[in-house]
């Protein structure tokens, strides 16, 4: 077989393992949910923490820290203090930033941020029914990628019209209402993110109940969901 045929042909095999998904199989391999909307990220020796909240023990092994917006539910400096190591890159919309030391990175919906071994798009985060979390605060969901799959974490919002330009290969939505989207909302948000694996978040302790998760589950038709257990870290 000529060698540009050849190349061409174990292209379109690659692109196909991509499409069929098999490219991320184990998509969620590396993701631990820690809770609420506390999550670990963790790929190649490098940990990312997004906001961390009722951390168990001190860890101390963030490389860095994403923090969505200030409600104490996402921000909380003792629960950063107990991921946080030396060198540990803090980020965060700038009134999330405030009282923190360290490594402080301020970012707003648009920015794109190279880290070390980590790449994140800061994505808008608001609500468009409530006055809980207004567009104009310029609070944030990022898009994390570690070198492996895309991961979406919203933040607290509800079904925004920018999430249809995301492209993301794991998708973390909140699904306790009240404050953000509902369990079927955030199915609408899945069927429009399109990603490999949907993860829902946000219920369980403050607002929310391992109902909606359920139910956010069976609204999402053909987009795989797992439910991940809880675990301390
Ligand atoms: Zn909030």
């Known amino acids: 077989m000529p060698r540009l045929l050849q190349s061409l042909t174990i292209g379109i095999i690659t692109f196909g393992m991509v499409g069929t998904g098999t ?3 184990g998509v969620d391999s590396g993701i631990t949910w820690l809770g ?5 990220l963790e790929r190649k020796h490098t940990v990312v923490y997004l906001d961390p909240w009722q951390i168990a023990g001190e860890p101390h092994d963030a490389d860095v820290v994403l923090i969505t917006h200030p409600h104490f539910d996402h921000l909380s400096s003792s629960d950063i203090g107990r991921v946080a190591k030396g060198g540990t890159v803090l980020v965060g919309p700038p009134d999330c930033l405030k009282g923190l030391t360290g490594t402080l990175h301020p970012v707003k919906p648009g920015d794109h941020l190279q880290l070390d071994g980590v790449s994140v798009d800061v994505v808008p985060a608001y609500n468009t ?3 809980y979390h207004p567009k ?5 969901g990022y898009i994390v990628d570690l070198g492996g799959p895309r991961i979406y974490h919203a933040g607290d919002t509800d079904v925004i019209p920018e999430m249809s330009s995301f492209k993301v290969d794991v ?3 909140p ?3 009240t404050y953000t989207m509902t369990a079927d909302q955030a199915a609408m948000a899945a069927s429009i993110l399109d990603p490999k694996l949907a993860i829902p978040m946000h219920y ?3 607002v929310g109940s391992a109902a909606d998760a359920q139910r956010f589950k069976e609204s999402c038709g053909s987009i795989p969901v797992t439910i991940l257990p809880r675990r301390s870290r």
């Not at 609420?36 to 670990?40: I, L, V, Y």
């Not at 104009?136 to 944030?140: E, R, T």
């Open 36 to 40: 609420h909307a506390s999550f670990r």
């Open 171 to 173: 998708a973390l939505l």
């Open 129 to 131: 029914t409530t006055a």
């Open 175 to 177: 699904v306790g209402g």
């Open 204 to 206: 369980g302790s403050v």
């Open 23 to 25: 490219a991320f199989a």
């Open 136 to 140: 104009a605060n310029g609070w944030v």
